[in-house]
Structures are given as C-alpha cells and as structure tokens.
C-alpha cells in the first residue's frame, strides 16, 4: 500500500471499530520524516498507537536507531518491532530498556525468539511475539504478553484459544497450517490464502506473487481440521 491507502484503511478501521477495539496503526518507516508525518495522522485519524518499526535496508548507527523510535513516540502509544529478519538490525536489549522508560512505550512485538521475551517479562516489559509458531510457548513458559499474529487472519478463534489457554495439543495441530503460511516470505502466504477463502478478492501487487496450485490444494487439506 501507499501512504495514502495506509492511512485511509486506519482512518476507517478507527472509525468502525475504535470503539470495539484497539487500533494500532503501522506507521512505522525507514525514514524518520515518514515515520513522523505518518505517526501524526494516524492518531489525527483516530488510531489509539502506532507500531514503530526501526530502519531497515539502510540502517543506521545505534544513535540514529535511538533517535528515529524517540522521535516516533512523540506523538502516542508507540509497540516498538523488532524483526531483524526484516531488518537486518537488531534493536538491542539496552535500547529497549532505555525506550521502556519513555511514557509512549506500550511493549515490544519481538521476533529475537523465546530468551529475548523471557528477558524482557522478568523486567516488567510487555512482550508480544512476533513469530507465530513460537507465541504459544512464549506466551505459557516464557512470560510473553501475547502475539500479533499472521495465523490469526484465518484461525482467529484458535490464536485466542492458544493465547486464553495453555493447550500444547492444538498447538501441535495448528503447526503445520503455520509452516504453510510460510513457506515463502509473508504475506505470499496470508494473501495466497485469503483470496482462496474469499476474504479478499485474488489481486497481488507485484512483487507479490500466489502460491502455486499445489501448495493451495496443501492448504485446503491442512485446513479442514478446523
């Protein structure tokens, strides 16, 4: 999406949902002049925070990353992310220690794996998984505070489930549909499978690209047990 599709689809969700729901807005950039003019209206167009990712491709220095999430929690609630996957940078445990004192910190989506979480719940930090097949234990044996998950666009009952609940057999079980999910980079997989359920119309902005028939026809199989 562009920016203006971006902040049409928070304006929107903020307005049939707000109410409901807590709306976090990804007005997150690797360029703190987007980052900040994005984060400014999202809230003027209702989100209740922002997730703030830190700059990926051209990176900075550990200074810059400071100052690029400083800056990105002018303005609100901000769930700091770290994918370094995504990224190629990770945001370091004394980083988030200093951004946990600011009062717009709202807690992590931290991809770095179970350790990382652990050490952040052990200091008070709300930590929400960002890696879908790990958010279970996570959540159960690592103090996690939850996920924001891919899975939960098509299995919302059973993320829930798993986050209510500690229920290592339907984890088991939802397994496999989350290795489907990716097994190219997301959201191939997310979309893939929305256009097959009717949730979204079969449309991929390039380079996005479907899975093939047999990896769709795997999913109809994989899904049939929920």
Request: charged share 20%.
């Amino acid at each position: 999406m562009n920016w203006d599709e971006n902040l049409t689809l928070i304006e929107y969700c903020a307005a049939e949902y707000g109410d409901k729901l807590c709306i976090i807005g990804n007005t997150g950039s690797n360029s703190t002049r987007e980052c900040i003019s994005a984060t400014k209206e999202g809230f003027a167009a209702g989100m209740h925070g922002a997730l703030q990712i830190n700059p990926y491709y051209g990176k900075s220095s550990a200074k810059g990353v400071k100052y690029h999430l400083d800056a990105a929690m002018e303005f609100g609630p901000a769930v700091i992310y770290n994918v370094e996957s995504r990224t190629a940078q990770d945001i370091s445990p004394e980083l988030v220690e200093y951004l946990a004192k600011n009062p717009n910190f709202a807690g992590m989506k931290e991809c770095g794996g179970h350790e990382r979480i652990k050490q952040y719940a052990d200091q008070g930090i709300l930590c929400w998984s960002g890696n879908d097949d790990e958010c279970h234990d996570s959540k159960w044996n690592y103090g996690g505070h939850g996920v924001i998950s891919v899975t939960s666009n098509v299995l919302p009952s059973v993320m829930r489930r798993l986050m209510d609940t500690k229920d290592d057999e339907l984890n088991a079980k939802v397994m496999p549909f989350m290795n489907w999910l990716f097994m190219e980079p997301n959201p191939i997989g997310l979309n893939t499978v929305s256009a097959m359920t009717g949730a979204a119309q079969p449309v991929f902005r390039a380079p996005y690209m479907p899975y093939d028939l047999d990896k769709r026809e795997a999913a109809i199989e994989l899904l049939s047990g929920f």
